[in-house]
């Protein structure tokens, strides 16, 4: 019998429906206009681009621009690419424009479709950001669409790392600019770190498209993007603790994988306490529980979690003597990430790499906030839909299901179910052999870089060819991709959620050109392509005629999207296909979170070895414990974003105070009002309001107003003569100061003066900015103890976050007063002096990097004869090194 619900979806549709058919009519009235565009010449389209950016910028809505400006960039990319965007296409493109994300099958062209809300957006002038998930990506799409863009008459610029300056701001002010999640977020935090607005790279945030949405805003949302630089260097002491962590027994420590948190018990307290004071590490008398050994528990607590939670290949791998982290969504690399809090550096000391040094917070900001200041967003995934209340609660973007060009073909199959991993990649080698049979090529999804070999082996050992795809093969992703849909192809794929790039029935037919044409420049490259594409149809039809693409998983994800997105690589534009997962009772997912009525329905069973179970009712319990996980990481993300919302709000405030100090020419009066405040602060504390004469401290007075505002006033003078109050003070105060100042000022000269009040804000801001990140880091970390004293932690973090901030600011005026109260022209004596020690300073830099000078009678093997270097100065051998790190090493 059907349900009410099912009923009502049968008669009315679904809200999805609803809204794909409201926009039905848009898509006609572009097409209806495709004739008259079909007729207008290259030049007539540019000039149409430059019509319609006029009546954008003179006010007329963008909606009402649409059908024009999608019809003029259908004709455009026809042109350009031989490319006629598809119904659906248009229907992806003005669900982003409207501010959506827009799910879209992998096949479905999503690449194009972005360019036909970039387009119209760029109309204002204000630029458009396209985001993608790798450089790779960023670079390919930036390259292939600007054909499009440049056909309309736009520009189009790409951001990519390690670009020079002049490049990067050139590429910001193009119309339209692809980049990286990373890339924005960083030269964001950058812009706001620099101290001439000329220096600044982006633009207002009008408009962003985000490729591959739910892995950006969500996946990647969980850490915060973070500028760093170099805290003191302690790697002998995590050299010193990772040798303890070996000598840890079972008892010592509780695992919780499920909150991927590692502890130690008592008796492993106990233990460890005994152990650090045998090294010396606890003086005599101190014990763990100190607040003194806070450090050294810290420590001790990092190096326990890199040796039981982060695993080699799995979570990071170690290349050219370096621990770089892999992406748990992607199974890319994530070079230049480190983990904060001297995670990092623990997990150097474990692989025995050179351990770099600390760093503290220079600016931060998570991806939620980044993406948050955006005018208008929008985003474009194969799976959103699970995550739809997240993106809404978030981000405030609704998620639009856009049907398919072609009906899906795919056969998705039940989940196999084996008791032990020895028998799931058994039966997984067994399936792939009789698939492999048929010429069936096979995409075959593994979730680490350990499990991909593991199988890659297994293949070896029964003569499969293969190809693997994972971090250790980053460079050759693209071309692994393209053949992937060849006939008897067989792919082993990490993590492939957002590749990026379509799999292709009988392979890559461009990629076939571009290294046909490079084997032969001087051929006839229309012959050369025509001979491609007559043989591609027919490896093409092979493929189609032996099923299509078999996606076989070999585990599922704690996300259905991962698992979706996998899935998804197979049936691309209406092409036959099948997938199927195969699990085991000793995958991560089922062990930690799947259920134990599971197990005993299996138990039960009595299951002969190499059986696997397959029924609807293991598919809905899998789901079932994958919704928990979502919902837990959710509500994870939630609570990060809640924390930083606090200090996001004390952001906006610094960068916009930041801002308006480059764009003032003179900033004198905002430096006078400080300096008043600063005095109004100093009588109020030592002159206390409605106190009698005799109660005032004008010995503290004098002294503070010496070391405040640099000056020596008769303050007790003032003080006794009659009829003087604390407003009589101030002003004499004010009147002394403001006097000193513009004397200063005549001093330096009214143009340098105004250069140096500019500079000492802008660093005193910055300094000031720097510890509150450290402090408000420092209270998120102890301020979830409030629990227990039934205090909401949350509300504990806002109150003493704002309290924080009015000291950051109270604290900014009293340094900027005393500084340019100390500051004064160098004397021609001091000048000189400073030009000599910047040589001295020269000579010595170029000895250090020819080697240093060696200490007169050093002996190598005679320790008494090394001086007494400090442990960061230069090794006495003339290595150039440090002494720490050279002869100064501990063994």
């Not at 090294?279 to 607590?301: A, C, K, M, R």
């Not at 004098?702 to 006033?713: H, I, M, S």
């Not at 002394?736 to 513009?742: G, L, R, V, Y």
């Amino acid at each position: 019998m059907l349900g009410i619900g099912t009923i009502a979806k049968k008669v009315f549709g679904t809200p999805n429906d609803r809204k794909v058919k409201a926009i039905r009519p848009l898509i006609a009235k572009i097409n209806a206009l495709e004739p008259e565009f079909e007729k207008l010449s290259d030049e007539d389209i540019k000039a149409k681009t430059e019509s319609l950016a006029k009546r954008a910028m003179g006010g007329e809505s963008l909606d009402a621009l649409l059908p024009e400006a999608f019809a003029n960039c259908r004709e455009a990319a026809k042109r350009a690419l031989g490319l006629r965007a598809f119904d659906t296409q248009l229907m992806g493109g003005i669900f982003l424009h409207q501010g959506n994300i827009s799910e879209m099958k992998t096949g479905e062209g999503k690449t194009l479709v972005a360019t036909f809300p970039a387009y119209l957006n760029a109309l204002t002038g204000k630029g458009v950001h396209i985001v993608t998930v790798n450089d790779y990506l960023a670079s390919r799409d930036a390259e292939w669409m600007s054909r499009v863009y440049g056909a309309l008459g736009l520009t189009t610029g790409v951001v990519v790392p390690n670009q020079s300056e002049a490049d990067k701001k050139a590429a910001y002010a193009c119309d339209v600019t692809y980049s990286t999640n990373n890339e924005l977020g960083f030269d964001y935090l950058r812009d706001n770190m620099k101290s001439e607005l000329d220096q600044m790279s982006q633009r207002e945030h009008n408009f962003a498209i985000v490729d591959e949405v739910d892995s950006i805003l969500i996946d990647e949302a969980r850490t915060p993007l973070i500028i760093s630089g170099p805290a003191e260097d302690r790697s002998d002491l995590y050299e010193t603790i990772n040798k303890l962590i070996p000598e840890i027994q079972d008892e010592h420590f509780v695992l919780d994988e499920k909150t991927k948190q590692a502890t130690f018990t008592d008796e492993g307290n106990d233990f460890l306490e005994t152990r650090l004071a045998e090294l010396g590490l606890i003086p005599e008398g101190q014990t763990l529980y100190d607040p003194e050994s806070s450090t050294l528990v810290h420590h001790v607590n990092q190096a326990l979690k890199a040796h039981k939670l982060f695993v080699k290949d799995d979570n990071y791998i170690v290349r050219n003597d370096q621990v770089v982290l892999i992406d748990e969504f992607t199974g890319r690399m994530m070079d230049g990430r480190r983990l904060s809090d001297g995670l990092h550096q623990a997990i150097e000391a474990k692989e025995g790499v050179a351990i770099k040094p600390e760093n503290v917070t220079l600016a931060s900001v998570t991806f939620q906030n980044y993406f948050r200041l955006y005018n208008k967003l929008g985003g474009m995934t194969g799976t959103a839909t699970t995550e739809a209340e997240e993106f809404m609660e978030i981000y405030g973007l609704g998620v639009v299901e856009v049907p398919t060009n072609r009906p899906i073909a795919r056969v998705d199959e039940h989940d196999q179910v084996y008791r032990t991993a020895k028998e799931k990649f058994e039966g997984v080698v067994k399936e792939i052999k009789e698939a492999h049979q048929t010429g069936q090529p096979i995409l075959v999804g593994t979730t680490s870089i350990e499990k991909s070999e593991y199988l890659a082996q297994l293949l070896q050992n029964e003569g499969i060819t293969f190809n693997v795809l994972n971090a250790r093969q980053h460079e050759k992703e693209a071309e692994i991709v393209a053949d992937a849909g060849k006939l008897n192809a067989v792919t082993i794929a990490t993590n492939m959620a957002g590749r990026g790039t379509d799999i292709k029935l009988g392979g890559n037919v461009e990629f076939k050109i571009m290294e046909a044409i490079a084997a032969n420049p001087d051929g006839d490259q229309s012959e050369i392509r025509a001979k491609i594409e007559a043989e591609h149809d027919a490896a093409e039809q092979a493929v189609k005629d032996a099923g299509g693409l078999f996606v076989l998983a070999t585990e599922r994800h704690e996300s259905r999207r991962i698992d979706n997105q996998l899935r998804g690589r197979s049936g691309r534009q209406g092409d036959p296909g099948r997938s199927v997962f195969f699990l085991s009772l000793e995958d991560d997912l089922m062990r930690i979170f799947g259920s134990e009525r599971l197990d005993k329905v299996l138990s039960g069973l009595g299951m002969k070895e190499g059986e696997a179970i397959v029924h609807p009712w293991v598919n809905k319990s899998l789901e079932r414990a994958q919704a928990k996980v979502e919902a837990r990481n959710f509500d994870t993300r939630k609570q990060l974003l809640k924390y930083d919302d606090v200090m996001n709000e004390q952001r906006k405030v610094i960068f916009s105070q930041r801002r308006d100090i480059m764009e003032a020419n003179d900033l004198s009066e905002i430096v006078k009002d400080m300096r008043d405040q600063v005095i109004d602060d100093l009588v109020t504390d030592y002159i206390p309001p409605k106190s009698y004469a005799d109660q005032w401290d004008t010995e503290g007075l004098t002294a503070a107003v010496k070391d405040q505002l640099g000056l020596e006033l008769p303050v007790a003078e003032w003080a006794a003569e009659e009829g003087v109050d604390d407003g009589d003070i101030i002003e004499r105060l004010e009147e002394a100061s403001d006097k000193f100042m513009t004397e200063k000022a005549d001093a330096f000269g009214p143009e340098t003066m105004r250069r140096v009040e500019k500079q000492l804000l802008l660093q005193t801001i910055d300094g000031k900015w720097r510890e509150h990140l450290l402090t408000l880091n420092h209270l998120r970390s102890v301020v979830g103890f409030r629990g227990y004293a039934q205090r909401d932690p949350l509300n504990e973090y806002k109150t003493e976050g704002f309290q924080l901030f009015e000291s950051l600011l109270d604290g900014l005026r009293a340094d900027v007063t005393k500084q340019l109260a100390r500051i004064r022209p160098l004397t021609k004596e001091e000048q000189e002096a400073m030009v000599a020690q910047a040589l001295q300073q020269q000579q010595a830099a170029a000895q250090r990097a020819a080697g240093g000078p060696k200490i007169t009678g050093f002996n190598e093997s005679d320790p008494s004869t090394w001086g007494n270097p400090s442990r960061n100065d230069d090794c006495p051998c003339g290595s150039g090194k440090k002494f720490k790190h050279c002869h100064g090493r501990l063994a």
